[in-house]
């Protein structure tokens, strides 16, 4: 059946959606940033793979893909370590809500985390990377349904109001990570050009303190073009490319 993993789907024949759902969306992405007046190159794809097998991540490294989200540290490090021999070069990007008890794990093996909403979070981050020896980039996550009027959902996470400032600030502070930028996802029911451009206001109050900060993560495999049109860096797809989620296992 299309779109799932499960009994019936050769690895050949999974590899071949794959390659063609990969494809769809390259070129649905550039025809995107021709609309925005924007060069596709500037764009990273990030495909989030969560609850999907190793396989998968490794039939989409053979097509090209090198940016990967997950949003479970458990699975997410079971999968970084066992491509970590045969595609050292991906980037594993964490774009779920992020538990501090759970910040020393994913700095192991994350390059990027783009769900950091709290100092407190910023602070457990930049420690575990000090002790991997390594760097993180980090987004600032934006809830933004408060100033659109939208429901506040507390299981997607979030910084909201003066305190996306502060803990940009508390990033910027951290030894070893670096502050990419902001992210957000659009409220559900919501126009999403609409929240995006709530994001842009974000990120011009946050730029004045920190210029650097230009990237922008946003957009899903449902609102890619208003993402892309609004100034994302950063889509995070799933769906579009690996087809409907499996339940979690």
Request: charged residues 20%.
């Amino acid at each position: 059946m299309i779109g799932t993993t499960g009994p019936g789907i050769g690895d050949a024949a999974r590899v071949a959606q794959l390659a063609e759902r990969w494809g769809r969306l390259r070129e649905r992405v550039a025809a995107a940033a021709t609309a925005a007046g924007r060069d596709a190159g500037e764009l990273t794809v990030v495909v989030v793979t969560k609850f999907f097998p190793a396989r998968d991540v490794r039939a989409l490294a053979g097509l090209g893909v090198r940016d990967v989200g997950e949003s479970r540290d458990q699975e997410a490090s079971a999968k970084a370590a066992a491509l970590a021999g045969p595609h050292p070069d991906l980037r594993w990007h964490f774009v779920g809500q992020l538990q501090t008890n759970k910040a020393r794990s994913v700095a192991r093996y994350a390059s990027v985390v783009h769900s950091v909403d709290r100092a407190r979070l910023a602070r457990a981050l930049a420690a575990g990377a000090a002790a991997a020896g390594r760097e993180l980039d980090c987004f600032v996550q934006v809830d933004l349904a408060a100033a659109l009027g939208a429901a506040v959902d507390p299981a997607r996470g979030g910084a909201a109001g003066d305190d996306v400032l502060r803990v940009a600030d508390a990033v910027a502070a951290a030894g070893s990570l670096r502050l990419a930028g902001l992210m957000a996802v659009a409220p559900r029911g919501q126009e999403p050009a609409r929240a995006f451009a709530e994001l842009v206001a974000a990120a011009e109050r946050v730029r004045r303190d920190h210029p650097c900060a230009v990237a922008l993560s946003a957009g899903m495999s449902g609102d890619l073009e208003a993402a892309v049109a609004a100034g994302a860096t950063h889509l995070r797809v799933g769906s579009a490319v690996l087809g409907a989620r499996p339940g979690a296992r």
